[in-house]
């Protein structure tokens, strides 16, 4: 396995863009976070809206001492992405349809270069560097929140293939008959397993949230946990999917560790031990038997860590045969 080193001294700019947050960071080389700032995503709002928020948590990063010294900006963001244009198409933001995102920031950013992932790919990339996944050289990381993304490890570098998008588990149909989902696709992971869809199932089949009326996938969450069996049943469910999904790429290109980070994998056991126990049944095969799933180590970091391993780790994410930057 290839050691993996920094490319250049000094920080980096970087930008985790999700359905909920969109969270910037200066970050230098041993992954230490220099400066913080932090949007809620407008996700409903039209695209410049949306892009207003990212701007706003630019500006702010440019008032920090290390700005100055930045020489790149990495983006994880929620995908579809086409790192090969520069465009993202988030499912869950739907006023950015090809919206040419590596383009804008470049512009905010005094022409920068700038790298763009899939936010699944960025959560890989800081696991690989700094995390759970570390020393493993072929890994399947996952992100279950919001929606659920995921990125590939394979033989020791981070591979996001051509649009870099591979790895995006989310979307592998694991119930045929499943309901739409978002990416005009049917019985996704995600449809299933993201947080907003595992919540509404719960209050669908009679769960109700608590006197704070919170009926967010984390009171789920606490509610399996002492013992509902409603909210239990979703998050098994939720389990069952993400370990047909994790069974599925494990078949498929042979990986030796999953890992599970998100919003929703704060759930701990609540949500491991179903998924591992579904795994069980699911990945039957001598080389998927007994594949490990574990936690992310990188927290809620994960994507800002990530977005910069994809600057600063020379094994960052390859997209053909080169590292998108904007021109």
């Keep these: 396995m290839p050691s993996h080193t920094d490319r250049a001294t000094g920080p980096v700019v970087a930008l985790d863009i999700g359905g909920t947050k969109i969270a910037g960071a200066l970050v230098d080389g041993e992954g230490r976070i220099r400066a913080r700032a932090l949007r809620a995503t407008p996700a409903q709002e039209d695209g410049e809206t949306v892009m207003a928020a990212v701007e706003g948590v630019l500006t702010e990063l440019a008032d920090s001492p290390s700005w100055k010294s930045a020489r790149a ?54 696991e690989h560097w700094l995390g759970a996944a570390r020393g493993h050289a072929n890994a399947l990381c996952l992100v279950v929140s919001t929606g659920v993304g995921g990125g590939l490890v394979l033989d020791g570098r981070i591979r996001s293939g051509p649009t870099g998008n591979a790895g995006h588990i989310g979307h592998l149909p694991v119930d045929l008959d499943g309901d739409p989902c978002a990416c005009g696709g049917r019985g996704c992971v995600e449809r299933i397993a993201a947080g907003p869809h595992l919540a509404r199932r719960a209050l669908a089949n009679g769960w109700r949230p608590g006197p704070d009326g919170d009926a967010s996938a984390a009171a789920v969450a606490a509610a399996a946990g002492a013992g509902d069996p409603i909210a239990i049943a979703s998050f098994e469910r939720a389990g069952r999917a993400l370990a047909a999904g994790i069974a599925a790429t494990a078949a498929l290109v042979e990986i030796d560790v999953a890992v599970v980070g998100g919003g929703v994998a704060g759930a701990g056991e609540v949500l491991f031990a179903p998924l591992r126990r579904s795994l069980r049944t699911y990945a039957a095969l001598s080389f998927t038997r007994d594949l490990p799933v574990v936690p992310a180590a990188t927290g809620t970091d994960a994507g800002l860590l990530g977005a910069a391993a994809v600057v600063l780790r020379t094994d960052a994410p390859v997209v053909g045969s080169e590292v998108v930057h904007a021109p």
């Design 73 to 126: 900006v990495g983006i994880g963001s929620a995908g579809p992405v086409d790192a090969s244009r520069g465009t993202v198409s988030p499912v869950n933001v739907p006023g950015w349809r090809d919206y040419p995102l590596v383009e804008r920031v470049a512009r905010i950013a005094g022409g920068r270069p700038v790298t763009l992932v899939g936010d699944g790919v960025a959560m890989t990339a800081a």
